[in-house]
């Protein structure tokens, strides 16, 4: 299968490119599309047979449920069974935004959206080109990530060309993603909202519009083999280049000092703050930098391109710098390097 990039200038530049995006969508195919948390791969979130399509793409688990994305707050009422207060309150805070709800599914939903749960996950994107294919589709669409399942999700149509060029039919580049991390994922199915996933609608922020709202503990814990977890995308490694990545915490010296005393005759890159890079400047190893330390917004929106750059590096170790966890941007940062990392820590 060939695929096509279409370089997004305008709605009414790219106004017939939506409607040939959208005819694919009505028609059971699958398109990558622009979001301003990171790319994704998207088919009508009611028809199995086109969901099916997203899962072999992408090598997805077929446990891994999806979120389904709509254009509209109305049309979530024919996809859940009810609607709490807590959402219509979320969603006059958050959306169109990085949010992600959990309720309880309607039938309309298939099995294979929800992998076999009784909820379903709903989002409704600020990006205008995202919300434009919904309504050309004129259906809900699922969609996951649009890279391949365990690599960095994608950041910028390159991204998805790399992973995806040859098993999907069309990918609408509407440029880098503006977030750069995946929505954050909040449960209201249960008697208090619980945070599933961090991410660009922060933990405070839930919290100074909801009052309580608990926090999973596997957002920042490794879940073992077999071990139950509320949301199946915490089970699996994700997001990780191909070399081993261990995370060092400690002052600045003492990092390039462990670094320097570790390198060995291994291909070292170092993942670390615009802040840092200096420190290495003497030396021969692969140094990428993914934001400031002082404006973590810029390592959400960096990290993932950041592994990517990682993975062309193909080094032996990759030593990586974390900013300190919080209630803000930044949980969702240590979240999904973490991830990465497969929760490998020093601290010094
Ligand atoms: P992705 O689309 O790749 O960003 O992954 C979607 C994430 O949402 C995964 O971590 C899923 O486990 C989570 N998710 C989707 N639907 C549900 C659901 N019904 N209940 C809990 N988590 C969900
Ligand atoms: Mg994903």
Redo the contacts with the bound molecule.
């Keep these: 299968m060939t695929t096509e990039l279409i370089r997004i200038r305008g709605l009414l530049e790219n106004f017939e490119d939506f409607v040939r995006a959208g005819n694919i969508l009505k028609d059971g195919g699958v398109v990558a599309i622009p979001t301003e948390t990171v790319y994704g791969l998207a088919a009508n979130a009611l028809d199995a047979d086109a969901v099916k399509k997203i899962f072999t793409a992408k090598g997805r688990p077929q446990d891994?449920?999806?979120?389904v994305h709509i254009a509209d707050f109305e049309d979530i009422s024919k996809l859940v069974l009810e609607i709490p207060e807590s959402a219509i309150t979320l969603a006059e805070h958050f959306w169109p935004g990085p949010l992600?709800m959990?309720f309880k599914k309607s039938d309309k939903i298939p099995a294979e959206v929800?992998a076999g749960?009784s909820?379903?996950?709903i989002r409704l994107p600020s990006n205008k080109y995202a919300r434009a294919v919904i309504e050309a589709a004129g259906v809900p669409l699922a969609?996951?990530?649009a890279n391949l399942s365990g690599k960095p999700?994608p950041t910028s149509a390159q991204h998805v060309m790399r992973d995806l060029s040859g098993k999907i039919p069309m990918i609408l580049d509407g440029g880098t993603c503006e977030v750069g991390l995946?929505?954050t994922?909040i449960?209201l199915t249960g008697d208090v909202p619980t945070l599933?996933?961090p991410g660009g609608v922060t933990l405070s922020e839930l919290r100074k519009v909801l009052g309580t709202v608990s926090v999973n503990p596997k957002i920042l814990e490794e879940v073992s083999d077999n071990e139950p977890v509320?949301?199946?995308?915490?089970k699996y490694k994700h997001y990780a280049p191909g070399a081993p990545v261990v995370i060092i915490d400690g002052d600045a010296e003492s990092f390039k000092n462990y670094v320097l005393a570790n390198k060995t005759d291994k291909k070292v890159a170092i993942l670390c703050f615009d802040e840092e890079v200096s420190l290495f400047e003497d030396s021969d190893l692969s140094v990428v930098s993914y934001g400031s330390r002082a404006t973590p917004s810029s390592l959400a929106e960096n990290l993932f391109s950041a592994l990517r750059t990682l993975d062309d590096i193909s080094p032996d170790i990759i030593y990586a710098r974390q900013p300190d966890c919080s209630d803000g941007i930044e949980l969702a940062v240590v979240n999904r390097l973490s991830r990465a990392a497969a929760f490998t820590h020093i601290s010094l």
């Design positions: 891994n449920p999806l979120i992600t959990i929800s749960l909820t379903v996950a969609a996951p990530s999700s995946e929505s994922v449960d599933l996933r509320a949301s199946p995308g915490m």
